[in-house]
């Protein structure tokens, strides 16, 4: 009878900056639907205004620091990177769609 091999991987733990920069890319788009929420209910009028710059400011840079966590969560040895990988390809696309909303403002 032929002797059985019996393989066993140890799971690996995911690298922390990718965990990170997924929520990050959770937070942002989080923002985003809250300024487009109060801009629909004030009509884009009054001082929401103000509000909304700074929840796009604030979701703007937060982008832009998941996608450098995102980054150096890859560059862990012995660490799973698929948070990283999502996190980071996320948060390239929302500070894609956050600089093209801000052209398109201007």
């Not at 733990?13 to 937070?27: D, I, Q, R, S, Y």
């Not at 660490?79 to 769609?97: D, E, F, P, W």
Request: aromatic letters at 8%; glycine letters at 16%.
């Amino acid at each position: 009878m032929a002797k059985r091999y019996r393989y066993a991987f140890a799971r690996q733990k995911e690298a922390e900056e990718g965990c990170l920069a997924t929520v990050l890319a959770g937070v942002s788009v989080a923002l985003f639907a809250a300024a487009l929420v109060i801009s629909c209910v004030s009509g884009g009028k009054g001082a929401a205004g103000p509000v909304m710059g700074g929840m796009s400011i604030c979701g703007a840079l937060l982008s832009v620091y998941g996608f450098i966590q995102g980054l150096k969560g890859m560059s862990h040895e012995k660490r799973s990177h698929t948070y990283s990988k999502a996190g980071a390809v996320a948060n390239g696309m929302i500070m894609i769609g956050w600089l093209g909303l801000y052209l398109m403002g201007v």
